[in-house]
């Protein structure tokens, strides 16, 4: 059975950083393209970061360029986001998505096998 557990986040000021980390079970992580993505209620849930299956390319939305990266380690199962110069708008639940073999597969949700139920990141003085 897939798991997709994401942790790390919390509340943190303005300027700040935070690392979440998604631990994935189940399936051979090496074989998908991963993802965190965010959603604000009332809106559809946007690719935030994404990373190839071995880690060689990496995208990122408009709005997190220079200030979030998203890294991986098959070998542990585990993905990655570090975010800094965090923003107020920064502030919603964040989820992680394993996508198919290439990562165009991640731009769009509905291109998503499995998600991970969330962790919420709240930026705020």
């Known amino acids: 059975q897939v798991h997709l557990v994401e942790s790390g986040g919390g509340t943190v000021q303005p300027g700040g950083s935070l690392r979440l980390s998604c631990a994935a079970s189940?399936?051979?992580?090496?074989?998908?393209?991963m993802g965190w993505y965010r959603q604000i209620p009332g809106q559809e849930r946007v690719l935030v970061a994404g990373?190839?299956?071995?880690?060689?390319?990496?995208i990122y939305g408009d709005s997190v360029k220079g200030r979030f990266t998203i890294s991986r380690d098959n070998t542990g199962n585990m993905v990655y986001l570090q975010m800094n110069s965090l923003k107020p708008e920064d502030t919603t639940v964040y989820y992680c998505?394993?996508?198919?073999?290439?990562?165009?597969?991640?731009?769009?949700?509905?291109?998503?096998?499995?998600w991970g139920k969330g962790t919420l990141v709240t930026v705020s003085s």
């Open positions: 998505g394993a996508g198919g073999q290439s990562i165009a597969s991640l731009r769009n949700s509905n291109g998503i096998d499995y």
């Open positions: 189940g399936f051979t992580l090496s074989n998908s393209a």
């Open positions: 990373i190839s299956r071995v880690g060689g390319v990496s």
